[in-house]
């Protein structure tokens, strides 16, 4: 079996491999580096948890390093474009880990958070970039970066930069770029658009494709439970505690439901935290860490997270909601079975989910084992000191209201109290205020010596 020592790597980055514990490439490594190391363009197509951040790390570390010049303020010398923030963050992590004591300088740039520290990185020069494209762009536009002078490019996530709308933003970067560059493109499936993008950045590329597109790893056990859609929580709640779970990955369609689990999971002492495009990049490192070391059992994501969470260990995913894209099954349950481990994929599927579930089948192209869970009505959950109010089920249905019973049938109406006669109001006496001109009846000038009283700060005028 090949060996990392056998793919001409500098010895350093064999010492952080052999640190990190790697001692044998995965297939997508094994066939991507040593192209990569020749100088060569590279189409990659593999699914999430293969290696393939590794596959194009490796000889990007090994091409940079050793420089003997200075870094051009505002001018990185390769860019490495990723989708979400989260997995911007993790490619970083993986330079760090494998390019230690290296002189290889790096930077991650994404929205979310301030852009003065990024900034103040690009002019202090750099010789890998790692952005997402929006705020690339937008620092791109103010005019702290340049790219006519980047040496390798890399296109991670290509399909997923496709679904989260950056296609265009993509294009406008790709327009900045030299001609004479290294270009690398990963996709975990290849729709028309991107295979357009590929044919027009890839100058004879070398395919490299370890898995058929969109197909799940054979390790994960998959299965599909039916239920009603008010009885979701419940048949959540029931996975968390009878299927034994360590780390489980919850994903849902939108953002509101995300927040939602997490409320109902906390009445039952179940912690839990959720990650989505509305969290502020403090909360989401915060979420993400306490589910790295294991505060949490439970993180609730939405799709946006489905390709940035790279965490071992992870035990369980559960498709609290099916996606609408097929191919986006395939990525969520990738965040299992990692580094040759076995792993659960457990999906919810209601009734308004069957042609979800009809499509995510015909995309991977086998027919997954199915249960059937009956929920029961939940009246209240456990109060704590801190909530008196009873929890009620948001999407259960409201119960209808009882008709009421007319008056006279199967109740006597009670008798109106007497009312008493309403007191002859006393007519007021007229006042007429004196006009412009004519003077008003004088009052009786006062016989005794007293001051006038107070009113307020005021005092009254002797007439």
């Known amino acids: 079996m090949l060996k990392f020592k056998e793919l001409a790597l500098h010895e350093i980055i064999l010492a952080n491999l052999e640190v990190a514990g790697y001692e044998t490439p995965t297939p997508i490594q094994a066939q991507s580096i040593p192209t990569l190391l020749e100088g060569h363009d590279l189409l990659g197509i593999a699914q999430t948890g293969t290696g393939k951040t590794a596959a194009f790390t490796l000889p990007m570390l090994q091409k940079l390093q050793g420089r003997n010049f200075s870094l051009t303020p505002c001018e990185p010398r390769s860019l490495i474009l990723a989708p979400t923030r989260e997995l911007a963050s993790q490619i970083k992590e993986q330079l760090d880990k494998y390019g230690r004591n290296l002189k290889v300088k790096n930077a991650v740039i994404f929205g979310g958070v301030g852009q003065a520290a990024q900034v103040a990185a690009l002019r202090n020069g750099l010789d890998v970039l790692i952005a997402t494209p929006g705020r690339l762009l937008d620092l791109m536009n103010q005019g702290h970066c340049k790219l006519n002078k980047v040496e390798i490019f890399v296109l991670d996530e290509a399909d997923r930069m496709l679904d989260m709308g950056f296609i265009h933003d993509i294009k406008k970067i790709i327009a900045k770029l030299p001609e004479q560059k290294q270009t690398m493109l990963f996709s975990a499936t290849m729709p028309n658009e991107i295979v357009g993008i590929a044919n027009r950045i890839l100058k004879n590329p070398t395919k490299v494709e370890v898995t058929p597109p969109s197909t799940t790893v054979e390790r994960i056990n998959q299965k599909v439970i039916f239920t009603q859609k ?29 927040n939602k689990i997490v409320d109902y999971l906390a009445h039952f002492n179940i912690q839990s935290a959720a990650i989505h495009g509305n969290k502020s990049q403090s909360a989401r490192e915060t979420a993400l860490e306490n589910f790295k070391t294991g505060k949490i059992k439970v993180l609730v994501a939405t799709d946006i997270a489905a390709r940035g969470i790279d965490v071992q260990g992870v035990s369980h995913v559960i498709n609290y909601d099916l996606p609408v894209e ?127 009283a107070k009113v307020g700060f005021k005092f009254r005028k002797k007439r």
């Open 230 to 258: 008010a009885y979701k929580y419940q048949l959540l709640r029931k996975v968390l505690v009878e299927e034994g779970v360590e780390l489980t990955l919850v994903f849902t369609r939108t953002k509101h439901g995300a």
């Open 326 to 452: 097929a191919e986006s099954y395939v990525h969520r349950i990738g965040r299992t079975a990692r580094a040759g481990k076995d792993g659960d994929a457990i999906s919810f599927c209601d009734e308004t989910e069957r042609d979800a579930l009809a499509r995510i089948q015909k995309t991977i192209g086998k027919k997954l084992p199915t249960e059937t869970f009956v929920g029961v009505a939940e009246q209240s959950v456990k109060m704590t000191q801190t909530d008196r109010k009873p929890y009620r089920d948001p999407r259960a249905k409201p119960k209808a209201k009882e008709p009421q019973k007319p008056q006279g049938q199967g109740q006597q109406q009670r008798p109106k109290p007497e009312q008493k006669p309403r007191q002859e109001q006393r007519p007021r006496p007229e006042h007429r205020p004196a006009s412009k001109g004519q003077g008003g009846p004088r009052r009786e000038e006062r016989k005794d010596n007293k001051e006038p």
